[in-house]
């Protein structure tokens, strides 16, 4: 397990070749993320820390369909769902570095026919850049056969600082959608409803009032350019340093933490546990599979792009 660590006036970010994981973002001297030192915790780990989550991020049932044919992919969520890409997913691949500079690493790996019951080899890579106090993940991704893909990134923020041992709830978080999923008894996405006048509406940035592990459907009218693309807004968590998502992906999950084991040490020798930390993860709408959607073809390129930035906060 190689680390590369990218910088520049005011962010660094480690990066680790074992699954691509990004170990740590420190914005403005305070570091904000979990993440381990050793590769025997990363692949002990069930949290998925930092990691790059694919294939596909999120749940899944064993009856998803590629123009008509169903495939079952491994069920490594208490026998009941496909999560995050299976029992080993991305999070436990080696990755290969391709290009590095001072502010920016390109990272590859080939995925294999088969892998994780997975159609298609899948031809992978993501990028990591600065850019001023952004980090720029972009997903680059072509197969030989029909398949799936649905990468994000897996990181947990605290906004006061991931050694400040503070909850979620301390935060204010916003997330610019309309609606949210609702889901089966299975924890699977089957529809979604609105979020007006209910507990799930973050359109105004407000404290946390209980654990959320919940995807949104994004419609925000604010967007910024980076690198050339133009990325809707997602969501904001607001603390010692403020975070800002930036995505051109439909959704977002928002995740507080609830699982995180109780006195998990990470780097630096710090303890987390349950809520100390949340993740925005940009994604296609979960459970996808099962409806045969969003499938990437031998004539196609999977391309996606997700901005997190950083500015000073309280």
Not at 130 to 152: F, G, M
Not at 160 to 174: C, D, H, L, R
Not at 281 to 296: C, D, H, R, S, V
Request: proline letters at 4%; charged letters at 20%.
């Amino acid at each position: 397990m190689e680390k590369i660590i990218i910088k520049n006036e005011n962010l660094s970010v480690s990066v680790l070749t074992l699954g691509a994981t990004v170990q740590n973002i420190t914005a403005f001297g305070v570091s904000l993320t979990a993440g381990f030192d050793t590769e025997e915790e990363y692949l002990a780990d069930t949290c998925y820390f930092g990691s790059l989550v694919g294939r596909t991020a999120n749940r899944t049932g064993n009856d998803n369909k590629i123009d008509g044919e169903v495939i079952s992919l491994p069920l490594n969520e208490k026998g009941i769902n496909h999560l995050h890409g299976g029992i080993e997913g991305f999070n436990r691949k080696p990755f290969k570095v391709a290009e590095k500079t001072e502010n920016s690493v390109k990272m590859t790996y080939l995925s294999p026919d088969g892998e994780e019951e997975y159609p298609g080899n899948l031809d992978l890579s993501v990028t990591y850049t600065l850019i001023e106090n952004a980090l720029v993940i972009s997903y680059n991704a072509t197969t030989d056969k029909p398949t799936w893909v649905n990468l994000t990134n897996h990181s947990y923020f605290n906004p006061y600082g991931i050694n400040s041992g503070e909850s979620f709830k301390k935060s204010s978080v916003a997330i610019y959608a309309d609606k949210v999923s609702v889901y089966d008894e299975n924890s699977r996405v089957v529809g979604n409803m609105p979020v007006e006048n209910t507990e799930f509406d973050l359109n105004t940035p407000k404290p946390l009032c209980r654990f959320y592990d919940h995807n949104y459907y994004l419609n925000g009218n604010e967007f910024k350019t980076f690198l050339g693309e133009n990325l809707r807004k997602a969501g904001d968590m607001f603390g010692k340093v403020n975070i800002t998502a930036y995505t051109d992906k439909p959704c977002m999950q928002l995740y507080c933490g609830e699982f995180i084991p109780d006195n998990t040490t990470i780097s630096g020798g710090y303890k987390i546990g349950s809520g100390g930390a949340m993740c925005f993860e940009t994604q296609f709408e979960p459970n996808f599979q099962a409806k045969g959607e969003n499938i990437l073809r031998p004539d196609e390129a999977y391309k996606t792009t997700t901005v997190y930035e950083f500015t000073k906060g309280e």
